[in-house]
């Protein structure tokens, strides 16, 4: 969303670029028939995603896709955002002893919002 010139993250925006992390660079659609393509704006999209996500844990996030148990090093925030990007079921992070996973992911995206659009110290 813009705003003064400004791009402000929501949430919601970043769930789209995890879900769509693997082919973002076909192109992102935010609304129905809206799809974002140009291809400065999709790595505009990938950069501040990977800060984002890098700043929310104690693992460096570089976007290198491989399966989930590679990133054990990485913060559980970091991980259950990974889980969304590589497409693992809420069922099988709870299989892997995740704990409120619908929490754990509203905070974590909360987390990387805030750091976005510059609310967080």
């Not at 148990?69 to 069922?91: C, E, S, T, W």
Request: glycine letters at 8%; proline letters at 2%.
């Amino acid at each position: 969303m813009w705003d003064n010139d400004e791009y402000l993250y929501s949430s919601r925006v970043l769930r789209v670029i995890a879900e769509n992390y693997v082919t973002l660079y076909d192109g992102l659609s935010f609304r129905d028939g809206d799809l974002v393509s140009h291809p400065m704006s999709l790595a505009e999209f990938k950069a501040d995603f990977d800060m984002a996500l890098s700043h929310i844990g104690r693992g460096c996030w570089v976007g290198a896709i491989g399966e989930f148990k590679n990133y054990r090093q990485h913060g559980l925030h970091q991980r259950v955002i990974i889980a969304d990007i590589l497409g693992v079921p809420d069922g099988e992070l709870y299989r892997m002893n995740f704990h409120n996973i619908p929490r754990l992911k509203v905070v974590a995206y909360s987390r990387m919002r805030r750091y976005l659009n510059g609310e967080e110290d």
